[in-house]
């Protein structure tokens, strides 16, 4: 008869294995060269068909060349075997030989563990939410396969296989959450590997030119969280101030490069009596610029970031991984005096400004007595004449904010904002551009504020004597509403050239459960990350300070760790052990006792041998001995084998062994 | 009464000599109500002790030779035409007894074995429709040759597992073979054998044998006995519950017959191998003649606590 292990699967468990495994690959299938996913999927198809046709598993040549031709694919892909993708591609296709090979069920058990190991490495590319269900749902699905090809019997019945897997899962949860909780952490995880994160991230990048934000106006992806722990401020309020842009060749600007000699001190903000700071938290998303994000003007510098004299918040590097940060931020502010260097760097034009540009601003100034005036007639222009607000603007030429504002007049908010700065440099009045997000959806689910790409935005600062740099939204001229609303990316595919859609909130059953789904995920998302990836050793640090073992940290924390997990596996090892013996009955126990005494003497017990049995022998050993081992072992007969057996002959038959002493 | 029971055991002594402990296992099969098996070779006395015990006992007692001719009618009897009365008379077989003697029982057919070996599990006898009830008290004493021997017909599992006890004589000791042989000749010796028991007091030992007092730690002990036999594998099926069943009883009449009230696991193991040798078959035993070392080897493996 066949153990099980030399059997293989009965053909629908088979089946399910290839399954699971190929949903186990699937996530990789997108991060690793399209060489390697043929390879895995022509090999499990080819397994799928050997199911019914055992014929076709390769005997052990081509199995050979087989494997050869895997390794050669993976050294053609990746010539170097180093790093993630190496890693990933190589494993992957193991995992299809090793199907190709599936024969007995020894091959089955290591095929689910390289299953198990081929689930881990996704979180090399990924750590959302979800793929945590989707990885704990495969972990089960497996193990039930393990749990199932222990049995011997071949009919297809998953359930009681799942029940003691999910079972499996459940009693791991405490043991993951004491390990979660208390295994030392590391600021970046085990399997970082460095430089591989830097893909691009979409973001505002530190180069604005005309089509650069409405392009980020499509992407939905969240650019980073705040929660308000009071009141959210209102959004036309909500401008989250980036990178400032002062130099331009005519068609893009570019974020300030700053020289040594303007690291100083940042600027101090002189406020009014009434200003009230805000206070919030930012979790920010990767990014691969180094700004990052605060409502107008930042008071704090979150750690490992600096603050600029434009108030930009400038970390040392791009934050790879996901950041949060305190900040307190003052609405009502006056910045002070304007430095030379300001003024030269707000006034300097590019070469293609045209004469109608000259003779436009001249009109304006023309009809107005003071910089401020001007700046209301220039907001006045873009309301009355015929500017269109799309997000999907004609393509501009070599000068595009001429063509902007005397032909197209279509366009995003950074075409209205650089035409804007132009203009107001052109009036004499220092002037910057700012890139940032504006607005945010409040996610009433989460009480916090989501901030997307689709929210990218820039905006105008001139100076002004009277109020310092102020802020000066163009678009909001044209199209108040995308101050008042924010834009919602999923409407925009069928409106191609047309002027933007915005949201509206009460807009039918349909759009609002879809967007409370929305909110919802997102909500899940923010804490899976706030709660779970965003444990970090800082927040391990004040909770074991919180338990009073703010002394254990570090390594300290690591050996504590091995000890105590010692200690529980031999607890629980000896308390599996002790209910498995059961307690011997006293009388026994002092039986034995008695027993062991006379092995002293050279006469001891086979344990097959009965009381009476032993006892005939010891008396014929040692007849000395007669009267005391008689009365003890009639005594153990009665209490035991008897009817003997109450507290008073329990009593006395203790005495007696004690008494025993040859 | 113990007294009774010694005499029993002295006068049989005198006939079977140096077999005591096979002629008290004998005893003790009869006190617990079981039918006996006794096998071994021609020759050595199995034919003298069924006769002894049946004397001894005071039991009516007819004897069956078991032959390859033998029909089931001969055993159980059959219906003759009355002439005079115009009816069917039945003409009870030599079952109908107290104590049947079933000599060379594997000599015969199936067909003749089952029909001693039904009536042994029902205690009656039914011939065309009508059941007559056998005598009570009702033993069966058959003897058998070692199955191996040319011209026999084994007897089957399930009913090898009637017999209580299988016993085996085997040769006597040196000193008892000279006192045999010098001695008297055994049939004249049995002739003057008189009962020891009355009928009444034989079922009032029988009794006593019921009402041995069983404690917890000796059915601990009967139980790791039964489950040492089902686990390991050196042995091909394990002991049934009824094999418990029948080393239980086998025991309290041992215990009673050794003087005690209550069981020891000292009784359980004197009968261990005379009840369950018979019953058991090694994993890898072709001829069947395993069954008593694998009782010895239960009995050495399972620890008396």
């Known amino acids: 008869m066949k153990r099980p292990a030399q059997l293989l699967l009965s053909g629908a468990w088979q089946y399910v294995l290839l399954l699971l495994l190929g949903l186990a690959v699937l996530p990789h299938l997108f991060n690793i060269e399209r060489g390697i996913t043929l390879f895995f999927l022509a090999l499990l198809l080819y397994r799928a068909l050997a199911v019914s046709r055992p014929g076709l598993i390769p005997a052990r040549l081509p199995l050979f060349l087989l494997t050869l031709g895997g390794v050669a694919n993976v050294l053609l892909h990746y010539p170097i075997l180093f790093g993630r993708e190496a890693g990933v591609a190589l494993l992957v296709s193991m995992l299809a030989l090793k199907l190709v090979e599936m024969r007995v069920r020894r091959d089955v058990y290591i095929l689910v563990f390289i299953g198990y190991f081929v689930l881990i490495t996704q979180f090399l590319y990924n750590e959302a939410g979800w793929l945590v269900l989707y990885v704990a749902a495969l972990v089960i699905l497996l193990t039930a396969l393990l749990v199932d090809s222990q049995r011997v019997k071949s009919r297809f019945n998953p359930l009681p296989s799942l029940a003691t897997s999910g079972l499996m899962l459940l009693q791991a949860i405490p043991v993951t959450i004491a390990l979660f909780l208390f295994f030392p952490r590391f600021n970046s995880p085990l399997w970082y590997l460095g430089s591989e994160r830097s893909q691009a991230v979409t973001g505002i990048s530190g180069e604005i030119s005309p089509g650069s934000i409405s392009g980020l106006s499509r992407s939905s992806e969240v650019a980073f969280r705040v929660d308000f722990g009071a009141a959210t401020p209102p959004a036309a309020q909500r401008y989250w101030r980036g990178p400032v842009f002062w130099d331009t060749d005519g068609s893009s600007w570019s974020a300030a490069r700053e020289s040594a ?384 057996d109450n507290a008073k002959n329990r009593a006395r038959f203790t005495l007696l062994v004690r008494r025993f002493r040859p | 009464m113990s007294d009774a029971l010694e005499k029993l055991v002295v006068e049989a002594g005198k006939v079977i000599l140096g077999k005591e402990s096979v002629i008290r296992l004998a005893i003790a099969c009869l006190l617990a109500r079981g039918h006996l098996l006794i096998e071994d070779l021609p020759g050595v006395g199995k034919t003298t002790l069924a006769h002894l015990l049946a004397k001894l006992l005071g039991l009516h007692y007819q004897r069956i030779q078991f032959t390859s001719d033998l029909l089931p009618a001969d055993i159980i009897g059959n219906s003759i035409y009355n002439r005079n009365e115009g009816c069917f008379d039945f003409h009870p077989g030599p079952v109908f007894s107290q104590l049947v003697l079933a000599d060379e029982i594997n000599r015969a057919t199936p067909k003749a074995q089952s029909a001693l070996l039904e009536a042994m599990e029902e205690q009656q006898v039914t011939i065309e429709g009508k059941s007559y009830p056998l005598p009570q008290p009702f033993f069966v004493i058959a003897t058998q040759n070692p199955a191996h021997q040319i011209g026999t017909f084994p007897l089957p599992e399930s009913q090898l597992d009637r017999f209580l006890m299988r016993l085996e004589l085997g040769y006597p000791d040196a000193k008892s073979e000279r006192l045999l042989l010098s001695g008297e000749d055994r049939r004249s010796l049995l002739q003057q054998i008189e009962p020891c028991l009355e009928l009444q007091q034989l079922a009032e030992l029988q009794r006593q044998a019921d009402a041995v007092y069983l404690s917890p730690a000796i059915l601990d002990y009967c139980q790791q006995l039964l489950a040492f036999s089902r686990n390991n594998p050196r042995f091909h099926r394990g002991l049934s519950p009824r094999a418990g069943l029948a080393l239980l009883r086998s025991a309290k009449a041992w215990a009673l017959l050794s003087g005690r009230r209550q069981l020891l696991p000292e009784d359980l193991q004197a009968v261990l191998p005379a009840t369950v040798a018979h019953r058991l078959h090694a994993s890898a035993d072709t001829s069947g003649s395993e069954g008593a070392q694998l009782a010895q080897y239960l009995l050495e493996s399972v620890a008396v606590a």
Request: proline share 7%.
């Open chain 1, 261 to 644: 000699d303007e690291r100083g001190p940042p600027p101090v903000l002189t406020a009014s009596e009434t200003a009230e700071p805000l206070s919030y938290h930012v979790t920010m998303e990767p990014s691969s610029e180094r700004w990052i994000y605060a409502l107008e003007l930042p008071l704090l510098t979150p750690p490992g970031a600096r603050l600029t004299a434009d108030f930009q918040l400038l970390r040392n590097s791009a934050p790879e991984r996901r950041l949060r940060y305190r900040m307190r931020s003052l609405t009502d502010y006056h910045t002070g005096a304007l430095t030379s260097h300001e003024r030269e760097r707000g006034l300097r034009l590019p070469d293609n400004i045209t004469p109608r540009m000259v003779e436009l601003v001249q009109s304006w100034r023309r009809s107005s007595r003071s910089d401020a005036e001007l700046v209301l007639n220039a907001l006045d222009h873009f309301r009355r004449q015929e500017f269109y607000y799309t997000l999907y603007p004609p393509l501009l030429g070599e000068n595009p904010a001429d063509q902007f504002l005397f032909e197209s007049r279509r366009g995003f908010c950074e075409h209205y904002a650089t035409s804007f700065t132009l203009l107001m440099r052109i009036a004499g009045i220092p002037t910057r551009l700012v890139g940032g997000y504006q607005g945010g959806e409040i996610n009433p689910l989460g009480d916090y504020l989501i901030v997307r790409q689709s929210d990218a935005h820039a905006w105008v600062e001139i100076w002004l004597p009277e109020s310092g740099w102020q802020r000066v939204d163009p678009t909001a001229a044209v199209a108040p509403e995308r101050i008042e609303r924010p834009l919602d990316p999923a409407s925009i595919a069928d409106v191609i050239g047309a002027p933007i859609r915005f949201i509206e909130l009460d807009a039918g059953l349909f759009s609002d459960l879809l967007r409370r789904l929305r909110w919802g995920a997102d909500a899940l998302n923010a804490s899976w990350h706030r709660w779970v990836l965003g444990y970090s050793r800082e927040r391990q640090h004040y909770l074991m300070r919180l338990l009073g073992l703010g002394f254990l940290h570090g390594p300290k924390l690591g050996y504590a760790m091995i000890v105590i997990t010692g200690l529980t596996v031999a607890a629980v090892a000896l308390i599996l052990l002790r209910r498995n013996r059961e307690r011997p009955d006293p009388v026994l126990r002092h039986y034995r006792a008695f027993c062991r005494r006379l092995a002293r003497l050279g006469i001891e017990r086979v344990p097959s041998e009965g009381p009476k049995a032993f006892a005939d022998r010891v008396i014929a050993q040692r007849p000395d001995l007669t009267a005391s081992v008689a009365a003890i072992s009639g005594l153990y007969i009665g209490i035991r084998y008897g009817r003997l």
